[in-house]
């Protein structure tokens, strides 16, 4: 099944054009990897899928994005679209406020009002990112004071509370310890069988490990995308072939 | 008992100075112009407490002034007054100004331009200057005359650049990941400004407003020319009355009256005092 799709999206941020006319469908309940070097437009296609690229000045986008078959950005609406699509940014930072009204956030603004709903969607959404046990007796205390992973899962959990359908990640582990990774990519595993997920790393063994489907982006182009097995086993193109064997990159 | 092996002692620590006499400079330097700082404030309201607190009796607090009690109550109540009205327009008016400044005007907007450069210029103006233009304006031309309505606009005016500035400060503080976050769980930006951006911000703000009622509490220029010197508590907002701050000043002038002087000297300094006191404990309240 399909989730997003993809018609020769183009993004240009003032003259300089990030994203070249990119063609995808995107699966339903798998985890797709985007994979590249830096500045290759991984996560300004990322944020074409909820259109946080809305929020950033001087960029404008072409082409056609849909979602179960609606166009996204043709009189949609742009707060439902996001509490459809959740996002985990690179850097974990939960709100200045405690790990309760963190997770709360999402549902609060989406009309949950009623205490023992919300109780219920806390301790499910930190559950679902392996953190309840950590944080069950310190949940009015402040976020911030909680370490990277920590915080980093309490993000997760924030997105999650808003009943996603995909779960957009931004490099998530690109500031964790190794321990604090794997913990994160148990959680993504399990979040497969509700969510569509699509993950940007830098990490070509994550991508590995945990992706159905592998994207491999270079200059603002996809050059390769399929099965994360056969991406990485028999690459089609010579350049994905020198960046997963680390000769670029 | 164990000495701490990563703190130096007083014998070391002169040892090591005398390997590099240039720190020791440095250090005399310093705790020098710290001294030089503490005194001059210490001598200051030390000075003003001897001077006044003797001169202080029941008498400075009745509820009419005449020239045996040359009470400061008359004035205690124009200055809350005043600062409260004051606060009022430009408390709002400043902070929203900010809002719009930050999270909403695009880069490179003409409006934003225009903004920056008055509310640069309009901070370094002297405060004469708002008072001779509050006369032109909210005085004669409105005709109001010598009122508490027209001090108090004059100094909202004047203490408007200072809140904004203060609140944009703050708000720029703020880490974009925090709106990113919220506008990425699908929250519109009212949600966005009030729930994640403003909390955060409110000891900046704060800060800004306390620096605000400094200001209006200590202003005397521009409020002799806009609100009249009557020494009387007003009967409305459009009668004439004095501030503390006025008030001292007319008491020095008058020259008959300066252990009085020193006496209001006293109660403004405890008012101050009592202020900033209440602003922290609002903003503990508040971000917590």
């Excluded at chain 2, 951006?197 to 407003?209: C, E, K, M």
């Amino acid at each position: 099944m399909i989730k997003f799709e993809l018609k020769d999206l183009e993004v240009f941020y003032g003259d300089f054009q990030a994203l070249k006319g990119i063609d995808m469908k995107i699966p339903a309940n798998e985890i797709t990897a985007f994979i590249g070097p830096s500045g290759c437009g991984k996560t300004t296609f990322l944020k074409c899928l909820n259109r946080m690229n809305d929020l950033v000045e001087g960029c404008r986008v072409y082409g056609q994005v849909t979602l179960d078959g609606e166009d996204i950005y043709n009189d949609y609406d742009v707060n439902l679209l996001r509490k459809r699509v959740g996002m985990v940014f690179q850097k974990p930072l939960p709100f200045k406020m405690s790990i309760y009204d963190n997770i709360a956030f999402g549902p609060r603004t989406h009309g949950i009002r009623s205490k023992s709903a919300l109780d219920e969607i806390v301790e499910q959404s930190l559950t679902q990112a392996t953190l309840w046990d950590e944080v069950k007796d310190r949940l009015n205390m402040d976020a911030l004071s909680f370490s990277g992973g920590q915080q980093q899962r309490i993000c997760i959990a924030r997105a999650l509370a808003v009943r996603p359908e995909v779960l957009l990640m931004d490099e998530p582990t690109s500031a964790l310890d190794p321990i604090s990774t794997g913990k994160i990519e148990e959680v993504v595993m399990e979040l497969k069988k509700k969510y569509s997920i699509v993950i940007v790393t830098h990490n070509m063994q994550q991508a590995v490990r945990i992706s159905d489907k592998t994207a491999f982006f270079l200059l603002g182009e996809v050059i390769e995308f399929g099965d994360t097995e056969k991406l990485f086993s028999v690459p089609k193109d010579k350049r994905t072939e020198e960046y997963i064997t680390g000769r670029f990159g | 008992m164990k000495n701490p092996i990563n703190q130096s002692t007083f014998k070391r620590r002169m040892r090591e100075y005398q390997k590099r006499p240039a720190s020791f400079v440095m250090f005399i330097l310093v705790m020098l112009c710290a001294c030089v700082t503490v005194l001059s404030f210490v001598f200051l309201v030390g000075y003003l407490l001897y001077k006044g607190i003797p001169n202080i009796s029941w008498d400075l607090f009745a509820l009419n002034y005449n020239s045996e009690n040359v009470s400061l109550l008359p004035s205690l109540i124009n200055t809350v007054t005043i600062t409260f009205l004051a606060l009022s327009v430009s408390g709002p008016t400043g902070i929203f100004a900010a809002i719009y400044l930050v999270e909403y005007a695009k880069k490179g907007n003409k409006l934003v331009k225009l903004m920056d450069l008055t509310s640069e210029t309009l901070s370094g103006i002297p405060s004469i200057v708002y008072g001779l233009f509050g006369m032109l304006f909210f005085v004669v031309a409105l005709d109001w005359g010598f009122s508490v309505l027209a001090g108090a606009c004059t100094l909202a005016i004047m203490v408007l650049p200072l809140i904004m500035r203060t609140t944009q400060e703050a708000l720029r503080s703020v880490p974009a990941e925090f709106r990113e976050g919220a506008f990425g769980l699908g929250a519109d930006k009212v949600r966005v400004i009030f729930k994640i951006v403003l909390p955060p911000a409110v000891p900046g703000i704060l800060s800004g407003v306390i620096l605000a009622v400094g200001r209006i509490v200590g202003e005397t220029a521009s409020l002799i020319y806009t609100a009249g010197t009557v020494a009387e508590i007003p009967e409305s907002l459009f009668s004439s009355g004095r501030t503390l701050a006025v008030h001292m000043y007319a008491l020095f002038n008058e020259g008959l009256y300066i252990e009085k002087a020193y006496a209001t000297g006293v109660v403004l300094l405890v008012i101050v005092c009592a202020m900033n006191l209440l602003s922290n404990y609002v903003a503990k309240k508040l971000t917590r």
